[in-house]
């Protein structure tokens, strides 16, 4: 167990000195992807440039040879004749004897090898395996969430919205082998049938230098059916395959004899989160209402919030208008350059978790401008207003950033355990969520068990209770969820008041 323990610390340091020093955010930095997009252009100029290489050599050796037939066609009939003259006998023995060592020599020498460094030397500052697969995830997470079929996605189409981007066979191809990676196979069938109606006939054999023939796409294909059971369809499918027609039958029996084991290791993601994050959601006609609320501070009389009443039990609030765009412009600046994967603590350890596939830090930051202070005094305040509690002066705030595809899986901001955070300070009594721009596509804050869905809009927070205002203990109908972004990226910040805080403004009726 412990040694279980120490192995996952070492696996985690090794991973943040990666992360840190050499590995970009690909998914989730903008930065990232226009530095991958520049280098793709650079390589495929020195790709260009091998092929002139080697283009170069071709027409070379295409002269040679042109050169070399010249005495032959000369003597085509006319053999015996030819090689009587003494001047056609000597250029014989000569070429012979000197000029195909030479061109051994020239065949040998290598061709581009200053562009194939190049590459070499690039490779290292490409995305990784992880990075892949996460990519991919994100894709099934967008589908799966928002119910797309994958004919309307590689079409561009995402909850209803028409992109001007389609996906290439090799995309589409990439996308099923991970469907039927984890046992989805009606997925990875739909994905193949849009990979073989991509597949451009005048491509082939780059797609086979890129790792894909049709070959390759039919035996996923007939596996795919033969786990559905359709037995004749997969025989169809090897039979129109001139290269596997003739073993057909001994592949399907084949198959059949070992049926595949799935390793599912796809986001789990329940049926009401996905109903949720979908644009064809409507909420229930709310009897709740809108006020302006002027209770919490002194303040608020002269400049009374606008609240939104979202769920009394457990109590859900949403104001608008908070904060200024000055400010919100100023909090995106000073967080940007220190964004960094965030983690998800569990237990006592905070790791890097693909549960939540986001670009995170905190809040102010020590050695901050001096002149940065007085944003987060106003911020503090700000969340003093909002929630009538006790918030510490220049409160710490985890602003996040999401990303392509990036969500929060349903998750509870209590703890209900005890662990370095809750210690001396008690559980998180509530939470602040604030908006910092539009995400007009995915985004949006979920709660699945009462139904609510809250949309990211800049100015925007979001605020609730996770522990009951009397008891003190945990709602579990706080589970809540960020929908997968899949247009643009989404800014958003959370702070957690704690129970402890609280002490001398709240009463504490603990049965225990
Ligand atoms: C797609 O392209 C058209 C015209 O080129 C443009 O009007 C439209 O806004 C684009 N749609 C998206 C979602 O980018
Ligand atoms: C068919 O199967 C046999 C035996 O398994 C193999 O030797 C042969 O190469 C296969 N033919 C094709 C076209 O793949
Ligand atoms: C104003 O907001 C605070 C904190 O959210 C809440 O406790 C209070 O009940 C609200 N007042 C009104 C009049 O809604
Ligand atoms: C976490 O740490 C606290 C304090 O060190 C300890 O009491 C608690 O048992 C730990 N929790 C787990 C799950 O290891
Ligand atoms: C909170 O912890 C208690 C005691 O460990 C457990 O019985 C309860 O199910 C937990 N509640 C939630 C919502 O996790």
């Not at 109606?197 to 007939?222: F, I, N, P, W």
Request: net charge negative.
């Amino acid at each position: 167990m412990s040694l279980l323990r120490s192995v996952h610390i070492f696996i985690f340091l090794l991973l943040s000195t990666i992360n840190g020093e050499y590995h970009k955010e690909f998914l989730i930095s903008e930065t990232a992807k226009m530095d991958l997009m520049q280098l793709d252009n650079e390589l495929i100029v020195n790709l260009e440039r091998y092929a002139e290489k080697v283009e170069d050599k071709v027409a070379k050796l295409q002269r040679i040879v042109k050169e070399l037939r010249q005495p032959l066609d000369a003597a085509k009939g006319i053999e015996e004749e030819y090689m009587g003259n003494p001047l056609h006998s000597f250029p014989l023995i000569r070429h012979m004897y000197q000029d195909w060592e030479i061109l051994e020599e020239f065949m040998k020498q290598p061709v581009g090898e200053e562009q194939i460094d190049f590459l070499k030397k690039k490779l290292p500052e490409l995305p990784w395996h992880a990075d892949a697969e996460e990519a991919s995830t994100a894709i099934f997470r967008m589908a799966e969430t928002y119910g797309m079929k994958p004919g309307e996605m590689a079409e561009g189409f995402i909850d209803n919205v028409r992109f001007n981007s389609t996906l290439s066979a090799l995309d589409c191809y990439e996308i099923a082998k991970m469907y039927f990676k984890w046992g989805y196979f009606k997925e990875a069938l739909q994905w193949l049938i849009n990979t073989k109606t991509r597949m451009k006939e005048e491509y082939s054999d780059v797609y086979e230098v890129l790792g894909m023939t049709r070959k390759d796409v039919a035996l996923l294909q007939a596996r795919c059916l033969i786990e559905l059971d359709l037995k004749d369809e997969a025989k169809d499918v090897l039979l129109e395959q001139p290269d596997l027609a003739e073993n057909a039958t001994n592949l399907i029996d084949k198959f059949l004899a070992r049926p595949y084991e799935a390793v599912d290791s796809s986001p789990s993601l329940s049926e009401d989160y996905k109903r949720l994050c979908r644009s064809s959601f409507l909420p229930r006609p709310s009897r709740l209402h809108c006020r302006y609320n002027t209770t919490t501070s002194p303040f608020l009389i002269l400049a009374p919030l606008k609240m939104e009443e979202i769920s009394l039990d457990p109590y859900i609030v949403l104001y608008h208008d908070i904060l200024p765009v000055k400010d919100i412009d100023q909090l995106i600046i000073l967080a940007e350059p220190r964004l960094k994967a965030s983690e998800v603590i569990k237990e006592n350890d905070s790791t890097v978790s693909s549960d939540r596939t986001a670009l995170g830090t905190f809040l102010p930051f020590e050695g901050m401008n001096p002149s940065d202070e007085p944003l987060f005094d106003r911020l503090t305040q700000r969340m003093r207003d909002i929630t009538g509690l006790k918030v510490e002066d220049r409160k710490h705030v985890n602003f996040i950033k999401y990303g392509f595809g990036a969500h929060y899986t349903s998750h509870y901001d209590f703890f209900n355990e005890s662990n370095l955070e809750t210690e001396g300070r008690g559980d998180r009594i509530a939470s602040v969520i604030f908006y910092l721009n539009d995400a007009p596509f995915g985004g949006a804050t979920v709660f699945p068990r009462l139904n609510i869905k809250v949309p990211a809009e800049r100015g925007k927070v979001l605020f609730f209770y996770n522990l009951n205002g009397e008891t003190h203990h945990v709602e579990p109908n706080t589970l809540h969820a960020a929908c997968p972004v899949f247009y643009g990226i989404k800014w958003a910040m959370a702070s957690w008041i704690h129970d402890w805080d609280q002490m001398f403004i709240q009463p504490i009726y603990r049965e225990e």
